[in-house]
């Protein structure tokens, strides 16, 4: 009785060695490898890839957006359209406007040559503008992709609203050729540049903002259309107000 005691006594006070349960087996890590980092994207990439591989190279911008790159390319850009632009000006006669205008011949050559002289200011005055424009038109989708459900960030918005802007690139040879060979048609011929690339500007926004904000297609069509819709209401609200204020002071025989 005593000896089965004293063994009692020992289980209870931990004196016997405990026996290990199975150790737990480790997770099974074998043949799961980390996703590599991709390198970043360089300049020709970003170009090229936006223009001719938006899917894939949006997909990319969004993991890790290119901000400084992309100031650089768009700033680059806006300089180098509006010096263009200016330049077909001064080319194809901007003393015509200011015979337009009223002005006399003098004048009017006179107003040709100040307005070259400005060339470089009004660049930059262009420059700081689309700057301005790019970072509050970029806030306001943000807020509107927020407010269709999307989840992103303002700063991958304000990256993939510069890049949505590279097919304006084609329009500054487009410019120039148009001038050059056939100043007649050139009017025409860009106008229908510069539609073909706002659409192409307003796709390569679509495949952004839904990638930046995992938004479905339809959703970042949306997001693109409201602050048109937004503006062409006002007006219509605008017109429709005028109207009958104007209306209203007009005399009952008319």
Same mark, same amino acid.
């Given at each position: ?11 209870? @006070?931990?004196?016997?060695?405990? $026996? ?16 590599? !980092? !991709? ?16 899917? !894939? ?5 969004? !993991? ?9 390319i768009?700033?680059? #850009? ?13 080319r194809?006669?901007?003393s ?16 040709? %040559?100040? #307005? %070259? ?37 303002? %700063? ?6 510069g ?16 001038? #050059?060979? @056939? ?6 011929v860009? $106008? ?9 500007g ?7 903002? =839904?990638?930046?904000h =995992?938004l @479905?297609?339809? =959703? ?5 259309? $409201? ?9 219509l609200?605008t017109?429709?107000? #005028?109207?009958?204020?104007? @209306? ?7």
């Amino acid at each position: 009785m005593s000896e089965f005691k004293d063994d009692l006594t020992r289980d209870v @006070s931990g004196d016997l060695p405990v $026996t290990p349960g199975p150790a737990v087996p480790p997770a099974v890590t074998e043949g799961i490898q980390p996703e590599p !980092q !991709q390198p970043p994207l360089k300049y020709y990439e970003i170009i090229y890839g936006v223009l001719f591989d938006p899917v !894939q190279t949006m997909k990319r911008v969004v !993991q890790k957006p290119p901000l400084g790159t992309t100031l650089i390319i768009v700033i680059l #850009l806006a300089l180098a359209g509006l010096l263009t632009s200016l330049y077909i000006y001064a080319r194809s006669g901007p003393s015509d406007l200011g015979l337009e205008m009223g002005l006399p011949l003098h004048h009017a050559m006179f107003f040709s %040559r100040a #307005l %070259r002289a400005a060339a470089p200011v009004l660049a930059m005055l262009g420059a700081v503008f689309y700057f301005v424009k790019w970072f509050f038109y970029s806030a306001l989708l943000h807020l509107l992709a927020d407010f269709y459900g999307g989840r992103g960030e303002a %700063r991958t918005v304000f990256v993939v609203y510069g890049l949505a802007g590279l097919p304006e690139v084609f329009l500054i040879p487009l410019n120039v050729l148009t001038t #050059l060979i @056939s100043p007649a048609m050139a009017t025409t011929v860009n $106008t229908l540049g510069g539609i073909v690339a706002l659409i192409w500007g307003v796709v390569l926004l679509t495949i952004g903002l =839904r990638e930046a904000h =995992r938004l @479905s297609t339809g =959703r970042a069509l949306a997001v693109i259309f $409201t602050p048109v819709l937004a503006v062409i209401v006002l007006a219509l609200i605008t017109v429709v107000v #005028l109207v009958s204020a104007m @209306s209203a002071f007009m005399p009952p025989a008319w």
